[in-house]
């Protein structure tokens, strides 16, 4: 099993407020891109980056809450300007760190239609394992993800955030488990998946690549791009086919989905399944993909996706205390055991 590059890794961290700092002092600049380079080649093949938190905060660099309405689930919650330009993806991606850059790439490169096809078949027999929702919990938190530098949140205490964060908004009792099992998905690592088959934005496979998935420069090198079908607009699809019958890039959304999917309201099912495609939700992309019932059930993933980024803060839930509330609500929606 790998786990390379979920251990500690208590240089990096160091390394990134350096490079920071010499940055903005520019004279150091030549000895900035030396010393990410060296942290670069550190990287192993399947893990560039110090901890899937690296992929979340590139998504709020780019998706940043002042973005938003001013509560999470304001009414009329905006997806980002239509109308941005082009230039200004450019730049998130020319600032992106040489970790996420590499984790992209690798995303890009092997994301293809026959390795989608391929992932699904083996994993969503969902015969590894049998464990309870809050087993799960318990085995993604042997995941050690300490490189975000906003916060040293556990897994565990992510879920556990943002489902108080919806709690506290009042919310149904539905979307409140959502919050607090939409990653668990993420277990894969923990199956020694690499990182680029775990996290990272989505996308649809088997048709052409939006332009507004980041860093689609390198897609150039997916095998997909020798494929004309592939690459035509609607590709192996029709129109408006709906979402279910569409295969998006595999990850933690697709993974988790199945193993829930008999328990939960579609609402819920729909957040957990689409919270990284972000081309769509955020980007509105692929809606000639999209059914009737997807685009109504987009408000749900949209309005989801301010607690999964948003909601990270230094204050540690106290999860001996929550523990009773959502073991309770688990079990009004959970068996004892899912496959997983
Ligand atoms: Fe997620
Ligand atoms: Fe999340």
């Known amino acids: 099993m790998d786990l390379i590059g979920f251990v500690k890794r208590p240089t990096a961290p160091d390394l990134f407020a350096l490079a920071e700092s010499a940055r903005e002092a520019d004279d150091s600049l030549g000895r900035w891109e030396q010393q990410l380079a060296m942290e670069s080649s550190k990287a192993t093949v399947n893990a560039p980056l110090n ?39 450019r730049n998130y991606e020319a600032d992106a760190r040489p970790t996420v850059r590499e ?16 992932k699904k078949q083996d994993f969503l027999a969902l015969n590894r394992r049998k464990m309870s929702i809050w087993e799960a919990m318990e085995f993604l938190n042997t995941l050690v993800d300490d490189s975000d530098p906003d916060t040293d949140l556990s897994q565990l205490e992510h879920l556990l955030q943002t489902a108080e964060q919806i709690r506290r908004d009042g919310k149904p009792r539905w979307f409140i488990i959502t919050g607090l099992i939409h990653d668990l998905g993420k277990i894969l690592c923990l199956y020694g998946e690499p990182q680029w088959a775990v996290v990272g934005d989505t996308f649809p496979v088997g048709c052409a690549w939006s332009d507004k998935i980041v860093f689609h420069q ?22 408006n086919c709906g979402l279910d019958n569409v295969h998006l890039s595999w990850g933690h959304d697709e993974y988790l989905y199945h193993v829930v999917k008999d328990h939960l309201p579609k609402e819920a099912l729909y957040m957990i399944r689409y919270h990284s495609f972000y081309p769509a939700h955020r980007e509105g992309e692929y809606d000639y993909l999209m059914n009737d019932e997807d685009r109504k059930m987009f408000d749900c993933v949209r309005a989801f996706n301010p607690y999964d980024l948003y909601t990270k803060n230094h204050e540690k839930p106290d999860v001996a205390k929550l523990r009773p509330f959502y073991e309770d609500l688990i079990s009004e929606y959970f068996p004892e055991k899912l496959g997983w």
């Open 51 to 89: 901890g899937l938190e690296e992929w979340e905060d590139f998504l709020k660099l780019r998706y940043p809450e002042n973005g938003r309405g001013a509560t999470p689930l304001a009414t009329g919650f905006q997806a980002t300007d239509p109308n941005k330009k082009q230039q200004q993806f």
């Open 103 to 118: 984790f992209y790439r690798q995303n890009h490169r092997h994301q293809a239609y026959d390795f989608v096809r391929a």
């Open 218 to 239: 390198f897609f150039s090198d997916n095998p997909d791009s020798q494929n004309a079908k592939f690459q035509s607009r609607l590709g192996v699809y029709s129109e």
